[in-house]
């Protein structure tokens, strides 16, 4: 089992920051691959970026140059600094972690998420 707590969200103007953070607890292989969702009410959960305990990352077009997400292993906590954000970043983030990346959707473990608010 995996206990996943989100937090940093907030509200920011366009142009701001924020860095969220996502503190693991429980069984480390689980938690190899680790990743940021977003959500928008009535919209369907879109992957953001996700990390592996190699270093490979990968993004979405959007946030490609704005967004970087790493992870501490000694503290087991991944994090995603989000820069030049906009107000399309506004959503719901959720952080999740597998064993493998492409099992972070349908057999991941996930956190309660943190609200982003980016306004014009």
């Known amino acids: 089992q995996v206990h996943l707590v989100e937090s940093g969200g907030g509200s920011v103007q366009a142009g701001g920051s924020l860095r969220l953070s996502c503190a693991a607890s429980g069984n480390a292989y689980s938690t190899y691959c680790m990743g940021w969702f977003r959500q928008i009410p009535g919209k369907e959960r879109e992957g953001v970026a996700n990390?592996?305990?190699?270093?490979?990352?990968t993004y979405i077009n959007s946030v490609k140059g704005r967004f970087t997400i790493s992870k501490d292993k000694a503290k087991n906590t991944l994090y995603l600094q989000m820069n030049s954000l906009k107000p399309a970043d506004s959503a719901m983030y959720f952080c999740?972690?597998?064993?493998?990346?492409?099992?972070?959707?349908?057999?991941?473990?996930w956190g309660q998420g943190t609200q982003v608010t980016v306004s014009s």
């Open positions: 999740a972690a597998a064993i493998r990346c492409d099992w972070l959707v349908d057999h991941g473990y």
């Open positions: 990390i592996n305990d190699d270093g490979d990352t």
